[in-house]
């Protein structure tokens, strides 16, 4: 079965880093968009930032954009999420997700995603 396996999430404090990492097993998703999405609990999962199939395009949630960074591994089978100046409205599960597609707008809706990870905590302290 196709596996998505993130890790990097942890306890950090208001103004650090994090950097998220997302594995792909059993499969390549070399030709697919990858996205990252979190769960605040009470919220509904939402879009943080996706990146198409080349690494050339990448798109991102108003509320992160500046902050975070996106990217792809050189055999695109990895991708990561840079997060600065964490705020605690940032804490949430984070969820890796590989698209049906490779690319384009429609990456910042759930339904365009068709493998999931497990999801890591991410706990910002004020």
């Known amino acids: 079965q196709v596996q998505l396996v993130e890790s990097g999430g942890g306890l950090v404090q208001a103004g650090d880093s994090l950097r998220l990492s997302c594995a792909a097993s059993r499969r390549t998703f070399s030709d697919r968009a990858m996205g990252w999405f979190r769960q605040a609990p009470g919220k509904e999962r939402e879009f943080v930032a996706a990146?198409?199939?080349?690494?050339?395009?990448?798109y991102y949630a108003d509320s992160v954009k500046g902050r975070f960074t996106i990217s792809r591994g050189n055999a695109k089978n990895t991708v990561y999420l840079q997060m600065n100046s964490l705020r605690p409205e940032d804490t949430a599960v984070y969820y890796c997700a590989a698209s049906r597609v490779g690319g384009g707008v429609i990456l910042m809706v759930q339904s365009s995603y068709n493998t999931w990870g497990q999801g890591t905590q991410v706990t910002v302290s004020s």
């Open positions: 990146i198409n199939w080349s690494g050339t395009t990448t």
